[in-house]
């Protein structure tokens, strides 16, 4: 069923940044109610980034890490900027578009991207199986996002080339943490992304001179979802590209928005929309494909 006990791994650890990623939209969620974008991200990211900087003393890697050709820092240097790219261009995107559904309908298309990235410039090989459980996997990933209500002239709003601007840079990131995962640790990345997100929030609140204060409450929920997100979530995420493919990757985490309903409807009350379920189980169903593909192919 899997070709090794690794290959597993990395299936448990992308489904398990799936669950760590839905639970982090709803203490991220709780937060912006409270503060806007630039005091979240300050908050947000400056608890991740102790979170991550005390893991890797404890784990006594912190120097370690680091220790990389100069060829590396460069490549650790894009890909923190196209992670601040990512991030802007998408909350900014939420701020210019009214219907969120459009920015989850657009943003599906990253899963897409980087299986046709992966199979470019990765020389991934997928069996029909695969290629079977992608297609479907990420059609449900459209169908959860999509309501009927939209239409081919309110999808191109100003604010959706945001969208695709983001997904474009998490799709070109995921690639590089594929490729360069041996050499740049999936610890290093984890920190080198709440370090450029945190950075590139101070400067902006520096630069607009905003002022900040917190409640206890807020602090208490950032402490927990920044855990669970910026330090277990985005780990899980880069240390499951040791093991399997890019493109397996995203696919698995396609399912994110069908988890956000399930947690919806079970914690507020919000029933979905019967297209939405039925995207869900597609994208359920894709993702049992790909995993439990007979064939051996690399991982």
Do not use: C, D
């Not at 947000?44 to 990389?68: E, P």
Request: proline content about 2%; cysteine-free; charged content about 10%.
């Amino acid at each position: 069923m899997f070709k090794n006990n690794l290959q597993l791994k990395g299936y448990l650890l992308a489904l398990f940044s799936v669950f760590t990623a839905a639970n982090t939209y709803f203490s991220s969620k709780y937060i912006l109610g409270f503060v806007s974008v630039l005091h979240f991200g300050f908050l947000w990211y400056g608890v991740g980034l102790s979170y991550n900087s005390l893991a890797l003393i404890i784990t006594g890697k912190f120097r370690k890490i680091f220790i990389l050709p100069r060829k590396f820092y460069f490549i650790l240097s894009i890909f923190a900027l196209l992670e601040v790219i990512a991030t802007t261009f998408f909350f900014k995107a939420i701020k210019l578009i009214e219907n969120p559904a459009i920015v989850s309908f657009l943003g599906s298309i990253a899963p897409a991207l980087v299986v046709l990235l992966g199979i470019y410039f990765l020389k991934e090989k997928f069996n029909l199986k695969e290629k079977a459980g992608i297609l479907i996997a990420i059609t449900g990933a459209f169908l959860i996002s999509f309501k009927w209500t939209l239409n081919i002239n309110t999808l191109f709003v100003t604010g959706s080339q945001y969208v695709l601007v983001s997904a474009v840079a998490i799709s070109i990131n995921v690639i590089i943490a594929k490729k360069y995962i041996e050499q740049i640790k999936p610890e290093l990345l984890s920190f080198t992304r709440v370090f450029a997100l945190f950075v590139f929030t101070v400067i902006a609140m520096f630069t607009l001179n905003e002022k900040f204060s917190f409640s206890k409450e807020i602090i208490y929920v950032a402490m927990y979802g920044a855990f669970v997100g910026p330090l277990l979530g985005a780990y899980a995420q880069y240390k499951a590209l040791q093991y399997i493919a890019a493109s397996k990757v995203m696919i698995i985490q396609a399912s994110k928005s069908f988890v956000i309903l399930i947690f919806a409807f079970i914690l507020l009350g919000l029933w979905p929309l019967w297209i939405q379920v039925v995207g869900g189980i597609l994208t359920v169903l894709g993702i049992v494909l790909i995993t439990y593909s007979n064939k051996r192919n690399n991982a």
